[in-house]
């Protein structure tokens, strides 16, 4: 499968199972939009290793411990390439969010996450995230962020 997919990853910081701490992108693909923390997986790279690493570049959090919680693969009919994100979990961290030059920290309380502010893939994915499982999904864009289909299933660990 290398060389078909671009890997990335995303991590995701929860506290006591109430809040997650999202990112405002502020340059770049996603610009504008609320998401967690994560980029591609460099050459040599482990996908938790760059996990830890975006995590810890985009937000100045570190973490000892990340819970990978899903696989997620982007289809763009703009993009030659889909995407392969692998999400992550964190509920152990060190140090304290600050904003970055690309992103700009903010904890949401689970019933306030701003769905209209992020992708429109997120609403449909991040109930199996905050309530502790494990999933896979396909989506299916045209014009980078029209989502015309998706497949989507919780998986066993």
Do not use: C
């Not at 504008?32 to 997986?41: D, H, L, T």
């Amino acid at each position: 499968m290398d060389g078909e997919v671009k890997l990335l990853t995303l991590v995701i910081p929860v506290e006591d199972d109430k809040r997650v701490l999202l990112g405002l992108k502020k340059r770049g693909f996603g610009e504008g939009y609320y998401n967690g923390f994560g980029g591609k997986v460099e050459p040599g790279e482990s996908v938790s290793e760059a996990a830890a690493r975006e995590l810890e570049e985009e937000s100045e959090l570190r973490s000892p411990k990340l819970d990978k919680r899903g696989v997620l693969t982007f289809h763009y009919d703009d993009k030659p390439k889909p995407l392969e994100i692998h999400v992550f979990r964190v509920s152990e961290y060190e140090g304290v969010p600050a904003e970055t030059e690309e992103m700009r920290p903010e904890w949401f309380a689970f019933d306030e996450i701003p769905f209209q502010k992020m992708w429109a893939d997120d609403a449909l994915w991040y109930p199996l995230f905050l309530s502790g499982k494990t999933f896979e999904g396909e989506f299916y864009f045209e014009n980078t962020h029209d989502l015309k289909r998706h497949e989507l299933r919780e998986t066993t660990t």
